[in-house]
């Protein structure tokens, strides 16, 4: 009997046991173990300008909606529309809050088709007012005629210069020169002399007439002048995800547009909640929060075949004045759910 070969056998077994038993307490320790590596959230980066129309977004970043649907939600300030939808467009940007001129989003639809889908609009017209003309506190000018051969300065971006020409235009202010102009610079520039009026965005109109410098021209302008009727719903600014963003991540798509409308009904059933959130992100703060006009919000799901008529009426105009090089379909940009 071979001694040696049946003591290398026994050993050979008991260091199989011995790793098996290692192995099954390693098992039974990683499955009692808590789990250490969490699935990291998905930043969620969105642009904004710092205008009044802007609320929901605003409101839903400051009462903990999006942190609550468990989403990190990146605000970025840009100076302008257009910065908004550039950062889009390159990719710095996965979307917009309601302000962002539609017109701004439309030329990167145009520069690449599919890029955005629009889930909220902020339409305004003479009662949900946010576009308006301001002029000096003590300007004898009365109305927007009277601006013929003037200096009138306009937010920055195409949109902006272009709704500006053409309400002059209508209006009969012949010879009146545009010019762009940074938001926050509009209340000063008219104090200061420097231009006779600005086609602007609201909270300028409150805030200069709480500082007691300009007063209100005509306010919702673009419907009038523009679309035809005073009460249209002018669908100027959009609050929009990426195509890239709603098809890499839908699950958090679809929170981020549920938190996002928590938003637009904190604003509609309770106002004086949602205002005090203008701080910080606009022009506005303290007690001045309580005396600016809010917009109208429109959601995706809410929009009528005369809304989308008005929009598209609106995205038209940039067409006759030859700035889009193609007709943009709004019933395409819109998010569909």
Same mark, same amino acid.
């Given at each position: 009997?071979? #001694?040696?070969?049946?003591?290398?056998?026994?050993?050979?077994?008991?260091?199989?046991? /011995? @790793? $098996?038993?290692?192995?099954?307490?390693? /098992?039974?320790?990683? $499955?009692?173990?808590?789990? +250490?590596?969490?699935?990291? *959230?998905?930043?969620?980066?969105?642009?904004?300008?710092?205008? =009044?129309?802007?609320?929901?977004?605003?409101?839903?970043?400051?009462?903990?909606?999006?942190?609550?649907?468990? &989403?990190?939600? !990146?605000?970025?300030?840009?100076?302008?529309?257009?910065?908004?939808?550039?950062?889009? &467009?390159?990719?710095?940007?996965?979307?917009?809050?309601?302000? #962002?001129?539609?017109?701004?989003? =439309?030329?990167?639809?145009?520069?690449?088709?599919?890029?955005?889908? +629009?889930?909220?609009?902020?339409?305004?017209?003479?009662?949900?007012?946010?576009?308006?003309?301001?002029?000096?506190?003590?300007? /004898?000018?009365?109305?927007?005629?009277?601006?013929?051969?003037?200096?009138?300065? *306009?937010?920055?971006?195409?949109?902006?210069?272009? &709704?500006?020409?053409?309400? @002059?235009?209508?209006?009969?202010?012949?010879?009146?020169?545009?010019?762009?102009?940074?938001?926050? !610079?509009?209340?000063?520039? @008219?104090?200061?002399?420097?231009?006779?009026?600005?086609?602007?965005?609201?909270?300028?109109?409150?805030?200069?007439?709480?500082?007691?410098?300009?007063?209100?021209?005509?306010?919702?302008?673009?419907?009038?002048?523009?679309?035809?009727?005073?009460?249209?719903?002018?669908?100027?600014?959009?609050?929009? &995800?990426?195509?890239?963003?709603?098809?890499?991540?839908?699950?958090?798509?679809?929170?981020?547009?549920?938190?996002?409308?928590?938003?637009?009904?904190? +604003?509609?059933?309770?106002?004086?909640?949602?205002?005090?959130?203008?701080?910080?992100?606009?022009?506005?703060?303290?007690?001045? #929060?309580?005396?600016?006009? $809010?917009?109208?919000?429109?959601?995706?799901?809410?929009?009528?075949? *005369?809304?989308?008529?008005?929009?598209?009426?609106?995205?038209? $105009?940039?067409?006759?004045?030859? +700035?889009?090089?193609?007709?943009?379909?709004?019933?395409?940009?819109?998010?569909?759910?």
């Amino acid at each position: 009997m071979d #001694t040696s070969s049946d003591s290398s056998a026994k050993g050979v077994q008991s260091k199989r046991r /011995t @790793l $098996l038993g290692a192995a099954g307490a390693l /098992t039974l320790s990683a $499955l009692a173990a808590p789990a +250490i590596v969490r699935a990291q *959230s998905v930043p969620i980066r969105i642009g904004y300008w710092p205008v =009044a129309a802007g609320l929901p977004f605003y409101a839903a970043v400051e009462a903990g909606y999006f942190k609550e649907a468990g &989403l990190d939600v !990146q605000p970025i300030k840009f100076a302008g529309a257009q910065q908004v939808m550039e950062a889009m &467009l390159s990719g710095r940007a996965d979307g917009s809050a309601n302000g #962002t001129g539609a017109g701004n989003l =439309a030329i990167g639809e145009i520069a690449q088709p599919g890029l955005f889908k +629009i889930f909220a609009t902020n339409p305004s017209n003479a009662q949900y007012v946010l576009d308006e003309f301001l002029v000096p506190k003590d300007s /004898t000018i009365k109305s927007i005629a009277e601006l013929k051969g003037k200096k009138v300065a *306009s937010g920055p971006g195409i949109q902006n210069v272009t &709704l500006a020409k053409t309400v @002059l235009e209508r209006a009969g202010a012949t010879g009146a020169t545009v010019t762009e102009l940074p938001i926050g !610079q509009h209340v000063a520039a @008219l104090a200061a002399g420097q231009v006779d009026a600005v086609y602007t965005l609201e909270p300028t109109g409150t805030v200069g007439r709480m500082n007691n410098t300009t007063r209100v021209l005509e306010a919702g302008v673009i419907a009038k002048y523009i679309l035809g009727n005073p009460m249209a719903p002018w669908h100027g600014g959009a609050a929009a &995800l990426t195509s890239d963003f709603i098809n890499k991540h839908p699950a958090e798509a679809r929170k981020y547009i549920a938190a996002y409308t928590r938003g637009i009904e904190l +604003i509609r059933k309770t106002p004086d909640k949602a205002r005090p959130y203008l701080k910080g992100y606009t022009a506005i703060e303290g007690s001045l #929060t309580n005396e600016v006009p $809010l917009a109208s919000y429109m959601l995706y799901n809410e929009f009528k075949a *005369s809304d989308i008529a008005y929009f598209q009426k609106f995205y038209d $105009l940039f067409v006759d004045k030859g +700035i889009f090089a193609s007709r943009v379909v709004v019933d395409n940009l819109l998010y569909k759910g």
